[in-house]
């Protein structure tokens, strides 16, 4: 017999002890996220060998060992052991989507506006199989990212309704697109890995077939959404920096991951452009725009009449977690009344901009004849001594452009923890469990969270930052809603108490106003700070003068208790 008739029997054979694995797994109500690990951590031992020679070169092996940013098709190998692994464990994985569906999806639903109060999934059918997936597998320190490659296109059946009653269906699903996972972080111990990320690093491609869609819609509240713009809420909803991350061990805490933090603030120049396509036949000039993308963010710079050689000089800072694949995309428009008109975009890796401090570059727009694009993006060091702010202050008022908006000099970092003496409002004409979500304002910024299930203690568990402009003026204020957004407690505290504190920390209980029954009962807020990892090197090759960042981190715990 052949070396390669033995490697192919072997390789089936190893096929079919996953695909046991597999039904064994379910069979014993295993959860999905062991075997998965599983199967990533053989193909990650096995992969090497399977390879050609190592590649010697120590810049070689280096750049290998970074974590994959983009995934071209070409990258990915096909691995028929997975796919045959996938169609058997996909029985197991589609009942953990539904639950999921059920208890992520539908209190989020219902928390996004009070119409949507009453929705809910009734019946949920996500077909037979998973079709195509390809992996891709690369190491890095204490962790192991992982590419599938996903070409979904199956019937499904997803109904959704308002008080029990069924208003709308969709009958299939077509998505493509890369999906990432990052098991991290490595452990000595079983099961080897901390806990489980994953999400989207670019926009997957997906198309929805609906029955009732225009039934939803004369819902109120939702008339003004169409088929296009649901369609774009669902696609982007896992698309990076958003992601999900489930532990797989209970000894460890996922807020010890490095990439959940946005620690990385980021100041971005947007100076001008040069050799622009002229879209006015008549003038042969342009309006051009530029529009940022990045963590999460959209900004848009002031548009210049009549030109194909504008100068706008216009900052804006966005905070970055240390998620791998994340990129600040810049597109070029001309401003047309009609439509705005693309003249050419292009995008900065942000893992590159972490490593040189500093990037200031002419970048050459994609999609166009012509055109280029004259970038800044710089770091901003994280400080906790207050002494610092004086400084920060006068340093953005020397540097500060006059078309654009008042410069960042701090950074506030808060963890909410939970709730507790809450009073609980149930829905009105429904079974549905009340939920209560937080809305955090610090300056003209508000950040909404929560739909988490409200037994009188919610447990919330979220991370929030905010940039801030004016530390010694501003307050943050919270606010804990019911899903009809009637106030269950709320606070006000003023950033020159954290500011004033030792450490800009802050370690103390906050009265909660609350009102149940028409009498407010105290509560209290438990605070706690961490100081952020501080970049060594300075910021190279830049001719604006390097800015820090003060940094404030504030953990609370909500009580609420009556009197």
């Known amino acids: 017999m052949s070396d390669e008739t033995q490697s192919l029997g072997f390789s089936f054979t190893k096929c079919i002890l996953f695909v046991l694995l597999g039904f064994s797994g379910g069979y014993s109500g295993l959860r999905f996220a062991y075997i998965a690990v599983g199967l990533v951590m053989w193909y990650w031992y096995r992969k090497p060998k399977a390879q050609a020679p190592a590649i010697k070169t120590e810049d070689k092996a280096k750049e290998q060992a970074k974590a994959p940013q983009k995934v071209q098709d070409d990258q990915f190998e096909r691995v028929t052991c997975l796919t045959v692994f996938m169609e058997n464990m996909w029985p197991y994985l589609r009942q953990y989507l539904v639950k999921f569906l059920k208890q992520k999806i539908q209190p989020k639903l219902r928390s996004r506006s009070k119409y949507l109060r009453h929705c809910s999934f009734m019946d949920i059918d996500l077909g037979t199989k998973v079709n195509h997936m390809r992996v891709q597998s690369d190491l890095e320190k204490k962790q192991i990212i992982v590419d599938l490659k996903i070409s979904y296109d199956a019937p499904v059946k997803v109904n959704i309704g308002f008080f029990e009653r069924h208003v709308a269906t969709v009958n299939s699903i077509k998505l493509e697109g890369t999906f990432r996972i990052i098991l991290a972080p490595l452990m000595g111990n079983a099961p080897l890995v901390g806990a489980m990320t994953f999400y989207f690093p670019q926009r997957p491609e997906l198309q929805l077939e609906w029955t009732g869609f225009t039934r939803l819609l004369s819902i109120p509240g939702v008339q003004r959404l169409t088929q296009k713009m649901v369609v774009d809420k669902i696609a982007t909803f896992l698309v990076s920096p958003k992601h999900i991350t489930k532990r797989i061990t209970s000894k460890f805490d996922v807020t010890e991951l490095h990439f959940k933090e946005r620690k990385n603030a980021l100041r971005i120049h947007v100076l001008g452009a040069k050799n622009l396509v002229a879209k006015d036949f008549i003038t042969k000039k342009s309006d051009p725009f530029v529009v940022i993308r990045g963590g999460g963010k959209t900004f848009k710079t002031s548009v210049i009449s009549k030109t194909l050689n504008p100068r706008w000089n216009q900052i804006f800072e966005i905070l970055f977690s240390e998620l791998p694949g ?135 568990k979220k991370r929030m930052q905010f940039l801030i402009k004016d530390p010694l003026g501003e307050k943050m204020k919270l606010k804990v809603l019911n899903e009809d957004n009637k106030i269950l407690g709320s606070l006000s505290v003023p950033l020159s108490n954290i500011m004033a504190a030792k450490d800009m920390t802050i370690e103390e209980w906050f009265p909660l106003k609350s009102k149940a029954k028409n009498n407010f009962g105290p509560s209290h807020f438990w605070c706690e700070a961490i100081e952020p990892e501080r970049p060594k090197s300075p910021i190279p090759d830049c001719s604006v003068p390097d800015t820090a960042a003060t940094n404030r981190q504030v953990t609370i715990s909500l009580v609420a208790m009556s009197k």
């Open 326 to 460: 994340q990129e600040i995309v810049f597109e070029v428009f001309d401003r047309d009344e009609a439509r705005d008109e693309p003249l050419g975009s292009c995008k900065i890796a942000v893992s590159q901009v972490l490593e040189r401090k500093c990037i200031n570059k002419w970048f050459r727009l994609e999609k166009v004849q012509s055109g280029e694009l004259h970038i800044k993006v710089e770091t901003l060091r994280l400080l906790s001594d207050p002494a610092q702010l004086d400084k920060v202050l006068q340093l953005n008022e020397q540097i500060q452009p006059p078309k654009s908006e008042e410069l960042s000099s701090a950074v506030l970092y808060t963890i909410i923890q939970k709730g507790r003496g809450l009073p609980v409002i149930r829905p009105k004409k429904s079974n549905l469990n009340p939920l209560a979500k937080l809305q955090v304002t610090v300056g003209d910024t508000v950040k909404k969270k929560g739909g988490k299930k409200n037994n009188g203690e919610p447990e919330f």
